[in-house]
């Protein structure tokens, strides 16, 4: 069976940390947090819980704090957290089995990340994550924020996942610094960072300045594909915002140069005709986002609903305008079938039962 070193970065991290470390402590056979300046409880924590604690003066680039983490291992592989990421106990049988049976040859192992939940508690927002790495392979992580490590060599892909629960909003304000920061010090944003740093321009109401940096990403045509296509979807939302509706469609629709639709971007396209009473090609569009299969190892941002609730709840609305009431309701009860305790589908239920067609 295959070692694990959990390595972790954290900082001020006493509300989340614990449950953290208690998620996976019996899951791997070494638990190093690098501190990168707590003034809490954090440190205690940690060596609390069985921790090895090191520190790392914090200088705004987390590939070099982890970088650091990685260095402090010893054991096969290593394994990053976050300290609001959590195993479920569901989660956790599979980690363990995954141990048990990987063959020690393996360089890389994609976990799935579910970052955002809707109401029943099901992953709302999830994409693969590069998990363990095999030590001796000496993987490095690259970029001072959004940092990452390009899958190399063999490969497998875990049944195990790994949840998200974040509590409270954090520093809004410190990726956008750092980035700001590497541009006043003239250096250059690769590909991914380009991309990221104009999403944390739309977090800051910069559209326009975000739809600048978008543009000149996809344009230069270094970018992964899972970015290129999240960056059509973020610039058409830009552009709408920005009131600029063909630029918006024009985003949407560069997105198909880079493969077959998926249900996130014909969702996108549904809802540019929707708000525009353009219910007959809404409807195309959502049509199309059922028949969607999502891949299971393209690496990119999915929205699980997207393949069936979400694109079924606005086609019963799509038909509705277009005077088909027996059409709406069928796809409001295989809404409903997908998620029978939502609110919507229960209040569309009620209104075709007081207006029968």
């Given amino acids: 069976m295959i070692t694990v070193s959990l390595c972790m970065i954290v900082k001020n991290e006493e509300e989340t940390l614990g449950r953290c470390l208690d998620s996976v402590r019996d899951l791997v056979e070494e638990m190093i947090v690098v501190d990168t300046g707590s003034t809490d409880r954090t440190v205690e924590i940690a060596e609390d819980c069985g921790a090895i604690v090191r520190t790392f003066p914090w200088c705004d680039d987390f590939a070099a704090a982890r ?53 029943d508690g099901a992953p709302a927002f999830t994409y693969w994550r590069e998990r363990l790495l095999r030590r001796a392979a000496g993987f490095r992580w690259q970029g001072a924020v959004h940092e990452a490590i390009a899958p190399a060599g063999k490969i497998v892909y875990g049944d195990a996942a790994v949840c998200h629960r974040k509590i409270g909003p954090g520093d809004p304000d410190r990726n956008l610094r750092i980035f700001e920061g590497l541009l006043a010090r003239g250096e250059t944003l690769a590909p991914r960072e380009q991309f990221y740093y104009a999403r944390e321009l739309t977090y800051h109401n910069r559209d326009a300045e975000a739809a600048v940096v978008f543009e000149r990403f996809l344009d230069a045509g270094n970018g992964w594909v899972e970015n290129n296509l999240e960056a059509c979807r973020n610039l058409a939302q830009a552009y709408e915002r920005l009131q600029q509706p063909e630029k918006a469609f024009a985003a949407l629709t560069r997105a198909l140069r880079f493969g077959p639709p998926r249900a996130e ?81 229960a209040f569309n239920r009620d209104f075709f039962a007081a207006h029968p067609a």
């Fill in 265 to 345: 971007l014909c969702c996108d396209l549904g809802r540019f005709f929707f708000d525009r009473a353009d219910y007959k090609t809404a409807a195309f569009w959502y049509e199309r986002a059922t028949e969607a299969v999502p891949a299971e190892t393209d690496g990119g941002f999915h929205e699980p609903d997207c393949y069936g609730y979400i694109p079924l709840m606005q086609l019963c609305v799509c038909w509705y305008h277009l005077g088909d009431t027996q059409k709406a309701v069928e796809y409001n009860e295989r809404a409903g079938a997908l998620k029978p305790e939502s609110r919507a589908y």
């Fill in 67 to 119: 970088n650091f983490s990685f260095a402090q291992a010893t054991m096969q592989y290593c394994m990053w957290l976050d300290a609001d990421d959590v195993l479920e106990p569901a989660d956790r049988q599979a980690f363990q089995k995954l141990k048990e049976t990987l063959t020690p040859d393996t360089d890389v192992v994609m976990l799935r990340y579910h970052t955002d939940f809707s109401a």
